[in-house]
């Protein structure tokens, strides 16, 4: 990625997209979670890792995209952007769903289910460009870090930023 002058970077925090050299909003869509199995040998400082499931609505993204794609994404104060998951979804008739775990990306050997490792620039503060070269074509999304006390409990709900890639 380039480095994006600060005047183009939107102030609010969220994820964006380059679309025709501007920065448009990636709308997110409200992820449901369903716990499954426990997993075994995982367990650290007494807290029982499980795979989660989330689940989206709709088949399909509203969002297309053609790659490359640049994402920018402009993080809480505190937040870095190793803490965000790029993930690949799962298409079914009516919905879209993910595997991952508790406890974040980094206490699992191996990652994550479906996490795809991306590379990402620091543009700014609070900034991070993301830029995806290759990318099978299916359903994607970004999810940001969930504040602790509603981290992955099953029946919560997180933000998913959802994208598909397309020919």
Not at 57 to 73: C, D, K, R, Y
Request: hydrophobic share 35%.
């Amino acid at each position: 990625g380039t480095s994006i002058p600060a005047t183009e970077v939107p102030p609010d925090v969220g994820i964006y997209v380059k679309r025709h050299n501007k920065w448009e909003d990636v709308n997110p869509e409200i992820v449901d979670w369903k716990t499954g199995g426990v997993l075994k040998n995982t367990v650290t400082i007494g807290v029982v890792k499980q795979d989660l499931n989330g689940h989206l609505n709709g088949p399909t993204s509203q969002l297309g995209l053609a790659l490359p794609i640049e994402f920018l994404v402009v993080t809480k104060e505190g937040v870095a952007v190793t803490e965000y998951q790029l993930l690949r979804l799962h298409q079914n008739s009516n919905n879209r769903e993910f595997r991952t775990v508790t406890g974040g990306v980094f206490h699992v050997s191996g990652g994550a289910r479906d996490t795809i490792p991306f590379e990402w620039t620091k543009t700014g503060p609070r900034a991070y460009d993301i830029t995806i070269e290759k990318l099978p074509k299916g359903e994607y999304g970004l999810l940001p870090p969930e504040p602790i006390e509603s981290r992955h409990a099953a029946g919560s709900q997180a933000k998913l930023y959802p994208f598909t890639v397309v020919e």
